[in-house]
């Protein structure tokens, strides 16, 4: 199995947890459900942002993310037993996200957690998990699970979603993701050898795609790169990160289709102006197969993460600095 090949079979294990997911829908819908919680850290947490966009847009059920730490330290009020709590940790061990786990249960709260490995600490502290080890694509695989969820939710809620043309789209993801993986990768090599030695990045993006913009000045430029990089929300860039904009200020810019479109549009053409070394990527500009032009916005995290799976290992191979190289995540106290 080719490369390729592996992607798209991660992407199908997501894909075929629909029957376990629904199963636990129906258990954890038998109570009513008046608040979700997203809870996690790092890009575990940033993967969650677009579910609390997708809620917002369609119910009017309280939907928050928050880091792990700050969830179990704030015990926010509205975490009661009526209350749905998502939970996600690659590794499962993480210490503060396992602990928010068991306060959410110890106050009557139910709980669905996403690790790599079921038997984990994590694991054992929700009443659901879903396990998405794999050597490539978790983070793709993961958002899918996590969408066919609030799919799931929302259908058995009650608000109004055409469920099945949901799922038939989710179905067409592997396909059609896998494709703008490999039609990503000659501009990807292109990025990296212009910005192989630049030293910073100002990242933006907003609406369902804010998480992408989010997580990739974190987690791929400061994680995995140790480049200095600053996300800033593209509602938020004309009210003080514009500032620092000059004509060699390297600006990523992550537009998609969704309702905040015309946000990032705003950046765009001011960037134009002020900086040559502004970078879009656009949504729109890469196919998604048997999905309607209206309905692409909802996936424009999934567009993302494909095309940014290309530019991360182009980077990474230019730069000599494998996407796994730490200097202290997992290798020192903290």
């Known amino acids: 199995m080719n490369a390729q090949q592996e992607y798209k079979e991660v992407l199908m294990r997501g894909i075929r947890e629909k029957d376990n997911i629904e199963a636990a829908l129906r258990e954890l819908t038998k109570k009513p459900i008046d608040s979700v919680f997203f809870v996690g850290c790092g890009g575990s947490l940033a993967v969650m942002y677009p579910l609390q966009y997708l809620m917002n847009l369609h119910t009017t059920i309280l939907a928050v993310p928050y880091n792990a730490s700050e969830f179990l330290n704030m015990k926010p009020k509205a ?33 669905i957690a996403f690790a790599g490995k079921a038997d984990t600490p994590l694991g054992k502290a929700v009443d659901y998990v879903f396990a998405n080890d794999a050597p490539s694509g978790v ?12 799919f799931c939710l929302l259908d058995k809620l009650g608000f109004g979603v055409d469920y099945e043309l949901l799922q038939k789209e989710l179905s067409l993801l ?56 600053q996300s800033v929300h593209a509602g938020e860039f004309f009210h003080g990160a514009f500032e620092i904009l000059q004509e060699d200020t390297n600006l990523l810019i ?18 134009e102006q002020y900086t040559r070394r502004a970078h879009l990527i656009d949504t729109k500009n ?13 996936y424009g995290p999934f567009i993302l993460l494909a095309v940014l799976n290309s530019y991360s290992d182009a980077l990474a191979e230019r730069r000599n600095h494998p996407l796994k190289t730490r200097r202290y995540m997992g290798k020192v106290p903290y």
């Open 286 to 298: 890469y196919p998604l197969d048997g999905i309607a032009p209206d309905r692409r916005g909802i």
């Open 139 to 150: 983070t793709d695989s993961k958002l899918i699970m996590l969408y066919q969820i609030v």
């Open 79 to 111: 975490l009661t037993e009526r209350s749905l709590v998502i939970l996600s940790s690659y590794t499962g061990t993480t210490k503060e996200t396992v602990a928010a786990a068991e306060m959410a249960r110890a106050k009557g709260a139910r709980t």
């Open 254 to 271: 992550f537009q998609g289709e969704d309702e905040t479109r015309p946000l990032t549009e705003r950046v765009v053409a001011f960037a």
């Open 174 to 229: 592997p396909e059609g993701l896998a494709r703008i993986r490999e039609l990503a990768k000659p501009e990807a090599r292109e990025f990296a050898e212009k910005n192989h030695d630049q030293t910073f990045f100002m990242v933006t993006g907003s609406g369902i795609n804010w998480g992408e913009a989010y997580s990739y000045a974190m987690c791929i430029l400061q994680e995995m790169q140790w480049i200095p990089a």
